[in-house]
């Protein structure tokens, strides 16, 4: 694979993209339950078009209560980065996944072996938010040698010629972080999101997502006229967290995508 080759991750979204599909990605933070890997399954068959699975971490400082409530209960559990690779590699869900982790663990595991790891069970990309563009080269071409996507975050403060040059770097989506803060459910997503989503994709063909602070079905909905698709984190884990099991993960994610494809 050539570094410039879009990984099957990136081609399966820009699909979905182009014909029209409002692409939904739920967040799990894997083995904050035992039952984990059965909610990304229910996702799965909720319409969910990507996973984005979380690595425990015990810092995980773009992350709000909710999902470092989350992530702790998956560390007391004994939660490693390399059961978690294995178990969603097992798990063959059929949808583009996502790992979502922080540098330390990619580091500590050696980025050839990180990005091989992952591409072996079949994980198609990585969000390392916490390693910036500027030391992102060894990394990203280990990555791009395993054919595993980094995804890049471009947020409201981002100047614009930042803006373009993590475009151009990004691979899978951009992440478009819909406010600034640490993630969290928000009542509104104000003025923040359309912006930075418009800014996004002045500078990229790939599909334009947005993350932090969509909670409801009518905030995915609202996201998705100007964005290619949503990320749903925390209020899908403060669910898990209140209700625990699949059905409760099915719901929510069944009606996020009911309201996706009725407007």
């Known amino acids: 694979m050539t570094p410039h080759a879009p990984p099957a991750f990136e081609a399966v979204l820009r699909a979905r993209r182009d014909a029209g599909r409002k692409l939904l990605i739920p967040y799990v933070m894997a083995g904050m339950t035992e039952d984990w890997v059965e909610v990304l399954e229910a996702v799965v068959v909720a319409g969910a078009d ?26 007391q559990r004994g939660t490693t980065p390399a059961a978690v690779v294995d178990a969603v590699g097992e798990a063959q869900l059929g949808v583009p996944i996502a790992v979502m982790t922080y540098y330390n663990l990619v580091f500590r595991a050696g980025h050839r072996r990180m990005a091989r790891s992952l591409a072996a069970a079949g994980i ?6 916490d390693l910036p563009l500027e030391e992102l080269g ?26 373009a040059r993590i475009c151009a770097r990004s691979r899978g989506f951009v992440y478009a972080v819909a406010r600034m803060g640490v993630t969290g459910e928000r ?24 993350g932090v602070g969509i909670s409801t079905p009518a905030q995915a909905v609202e996201a998705c006229r100007s964005a290619d698709g949503v990320i749903v984190g925390s209020a899908l884990v ?26």
């Open 124 to 129: 198609g990309a990585a969000i390392v938010p």
């Open 187 to 210: 009542v509104s997503l104000g003025p923040s999101t359309g912006d930075v989503v418009t800014r996004a994709r002045a500078a990229t063909d790939l599909p334009v997502c947005v």
């Open 238 to 263: 403060r669910r898990l967290l209140e209700h625990g099991g699949p059905d409760a993960a099915r719901d929510l994610v069944a009606d996020l995508r009911a309201a996706l494809d009725r407007a």
């Open 138 to 163: 060894p990394w990203a071409t280990e990555a791009d040698d395993a054919g595993v996507a980094t995804i890049l975050l471009v947020a409201p403060s981002t100047p614009e010629d930042r803006v």
């Open 50 to 75: 990507a996973v984005e699975v979380g690595i425990p971490f015990s810092d995980p400082m773009m992350d709000g209560p909710v999902i470092q409530e989350a992530s702790l209960q998956a560390l």
